[in-house]
Structures are given as structure tokens and as C-alpha cells.
């Protein structure tokens, strides 16, 4: 059974750098059929996606958040990752990653992970 | 972007009664729709997509229907373990935008 766990840490100051990881495990992210995402929702608000990667590092991103995330990929280690920077309070939200699978020849997303709870305060 | 409403927000079924869930794209999305469960503390689970096929191992209970801007999710007899958030999710236009409603809480009547 696929299983995605998102990693970082709880609490960002202000102004810093937000870094989390997704490890996948009963899976291969280095799979050609799948790309992996990172999701966000913010607290009273609907989720909204980030960005996505392909195992070979192609990638895209949600054009409407603004150029301050990254997204990477570690198929030595099975995991990605997302970096943050210039964190504001507007950041804090529940990230989740997740799986998208080519399902009637378009990108589905179906599998997540738990979610993990950022939130960001000095 | 296209938006995704979500109605009712608040839908309050008694079990083994039928519960009907809307979606409305703001423009066209074709069938490029799924449904989302989430239940507090867990992942979100995929339900249904292609606006209307259902995943692997959803119960025959969950139906999906609609095309283009109007969707509908149906629960043909609401079980204890349907009471959760569902949400809709537009994906016609990835990798540019995809899209999630607001969620619609189906609680116990």
C-alpha cells in the first residue's frame, strides 16, 4: 500500500525559509507514471496546489503563488521535497503531498498523505 | 483560474437516506472532475474522477455524475462511515491550474 509522510517543522519565523519533505514508501517515485505534488490549505480556506515533479526533476507551478517555492526530487532517497522562502503569516497552512496518477489520460491526484501543520509566528 | 462552488456547505442526511452533493465549475471543465473524503486526521481519499468513474475500491454507494460546469456526487444510503468533508476538484487545466471546492460536511441527521 502506497503511503506518502510529509516532514518539517511545526513553527517558522517569520521572514525564514520553510523546507518540508514527502518520503513515499510501497512505491517507486521513480516510476514514468506518476508526477508528485505539494498542496496547501490554509486555515478557513480551501486547498490549493503548489507545484509538481516528475522523478526526472521536470516540473511546474502554481503560476498564482508567486516565485517564492521550490521543488525538488530525491529518487536516491524515494522522497521530494518543497522549500519556502520569505515566510509571512499568510503561510501557515496544512501542507499535504500527494500522487498523481494518469488516469483517463489526465493527471489525477490519488493518493495524499496525512498533512503536515506549518504555521508561521516569531 | 476557474473557481469551484461547492453546495450545500453543511448537508445533514440520516443513515441509510440518500445524500446529493453539488459542484458548479466556473466555466467548463469537461469531465475532468473527482471527488474527494476526508475525514478528520486523515489523508484525503479519491472517490471518484473522470467526473464519474470510481476509483479502486469505492463502494457502489458512491455515484458521480454531470459534465462541462454542473457535477453531482451521490450517496445512494449514507453508511456511518460516509459522514466526512468532500470536495470536488477540477483538473482540466493541469499543469497550469488545478482547483479544489470548499468542501461540503455531510453530517448526521
Known amino acids: 500500500q502506497l503511503q506518502l509522510q510529509e516532514s518539517g517543522p511545526g513553527l517558522v519565523k517569520p521572514s525564514g525559509t520553510l523546507s518540508l519533505t514527502c518520503t513515499v514508501s510501497g512505491g517507486s517515485i521513480s516510476s514514468s507514471l506518476y508526477y508528485w505534488g505539494w498542496f496547501r490549505q490554509p486555515p478557513g480556506r480551501r486547498l490549493e496546489w503548489i507545484a509538481s515533479?516528475?522523478?526526472?526533476?521536470?516540473?511546474y507551478y502554481n503560476p498564482s503563488l508567486g516565485g517564492r517555492f521550490t521543488i525538488s526530487v530525491d529518487p536516491s532517497k524515494n522522497h521530494f521535497s518543497l522549500e519556502l522562502n520569505s515566510v509571512t503569516a499568510t503561510d501557515t497552512a496544512l501542507y499535504y503531498c500527494?500522487?498523481?496518477?494518469?488516469?483517463?489520460?489526465?493527471?489525477?491526484?490519488?493518493?495524499w498523505g496525512q498533512g503536515t501543520l506549518v504555521t508561521v509566528s516569531s | 483560474e476557474i473557481v469551484m462552488t461547492q453546495s450545500p456547505a453543511t448537508l445533514s442526511v440520516s443513515p441509510g437516506e440518500r445524500a446529493t452533493l453539488s459542484c458548479r465549475a466556473s466555466q467548463s471543465v469537461s469531465s475532468n472532475l473527482a471527488w474527494y473524503q476526508q475525514k478528520p486526521g486523515q489523508a484525503p481519499r479519491l472517490l471518484i474522477y473522470g467526473a464519474s468513474t470510481r476509483a479502486t475500491g469505492i463502494p457502489a454507494r458512491f455515484s458521480g455524475s454531470g459534465s462541462g460546469t454542473d457535477f453531482t456526487l451521490t450517496i445512494s444510503s449514507l453508511q456511518s462511515e460516509d459522514f466526512a468533508v468532500y470536495y470536488c476538484?477540477?483538473?482540466?487545466?493541469?499543469?497550469?491550474?488545478?482547483?479544489f471546492g470548499q468542501g461540503t460536511r455531510l453530517e448526521i441527521k
Open positions: 500527494a500522487r498523481l496518477a494518469l488516469l483517463s489520460s489526465r493527471r489525477v491526484i490519488d493518493y
Open positions: 515533479i516528475f522523478y526526472t526533476g521536470s516540473n
Open positions: 476538484h477540477q483538473y482540466n487545466m493541469w499543469p497550469v491550474s488545478i482547483t
